[in-house]
């Protein structure tokens, strides 16, 4: 199946996938659970409803690479019910949604016993050797992690010597980002204390780099970033309208490897 539309939402296009990116089936999935889940319990997708787009790559993105993805629908900054909870703050819609559709997630991995969880938004691109980083990365984590970013924005922190092929882990300062990071039980229960949920002053990205600047927050950042957003730049931000999109660099994108340009013609 080629996907080559465009989707209208609210008075905005938003781009197709490319013509020549093909949907793969699930054949070929490895029955190794560990693999499927890169070493967590669970792996959930935020996905805007209108976003098919998005939803249809992560689809492919998820088949390709033998990842089991639980893609959730986003809460909607249209959605006047669901925003009128977080009254109190003087946030944009897109910043509330963002913040209820993370939130949820956390209550999600505490509600249902997961040891630990993967996010990912929809926006994303993969190292295409994913499993085997995952893999090393797991042996040497440290095991009072909180938190794990998997892809962050202008983050650097101290360096751990842990004896990784390529990647190395550090201990996150203020990372940014929501694109892809993982929280243990641990975390999403220290999370679920500490934000305010009724009146939350900032994005969550940064309140959470805030806990983790102060210490009530155990991190670990991967870095380089094997997660990155992947947008072209007429894809503008769903959380905060008027910025532009933007990719950032992998060693091997898998998107790319499967003929996805997010500013070539059919983007």
């Known amino acids: 199946m080629i996907y080559n539309k465009t989707f209208l939402f609210q008075g905005v296009f938003y781009p197709p996938i490319n013509s020549n990116f093909k949907e793969l089936n699930n054949s070929n999935r490895t029955n190794n659970s560990n693999c499927t889940t890169l070493g967590f319990s669970h792996i959930y997708v935020i996905n805007l409803d209108y976003r098919i787009d998005r939803y249809r790559k992560m689809k492919v993105l998820g088949n390709y690479l033998h990842l089991n993805l639980d893609i959730i629908k986003a809460v909607n900054k249209y959605d006047r019910v669901a ?3 977080l009254n109190k703050s003087g946030l944009s819609a897109g910043v ?7 939130y949820s997630i956390f209550e999600s991995i505490v509600k249902n016993g997961y040891e630990n969880g993967l996010i990912f938004e929809d926006d994303v691109d993969i190292e295409i050797n994913i499993t085997n980083i995952m893999t090393e990365v797991h042996r040497k984590l440290p095991s009072d992690w909180d938190m794990l970013y998997l892809g962050h924005c202008s983050e650097y922190g101290s360096y751990i010597e ?5 990647h190395v882990l550090h201990k996150s300062e203020h990372p940014k980002c929501t694109h892809a990071y993982a929280v243990s039980a641990k975390g999403a229960k220290k999370l679920l204390e500490k934000l305010n949920i009724i009146d939350p002053y900032y994005h969550l990205d940064m309140q959470i ?4 600047m102060a210490g009530e927050i155990i991190s670990y950042s991967i870095h380089p970033p094997i997660v990155v957003q992947f947008k072209g730049v007429t894809d503008l931000s769903d959380v905060s309208p008027g910025i532009e999109g933007g990719t950032d660099p992998l060693m091997n994108s898998t998107l790319r490897i499967l003929g996805y340009d997010p500013d070539g013609p059919n983007s």
């Open 162 to 166: 842990t004896g990784l092929t390529i």
């Open 83 to 85: 925003i009128s909870k």
């Open 209 to 212: 780099a805030d806990y983790i």
């Open 96 to 102: 509330k949604a963002c913040y209820l559709s993370h």
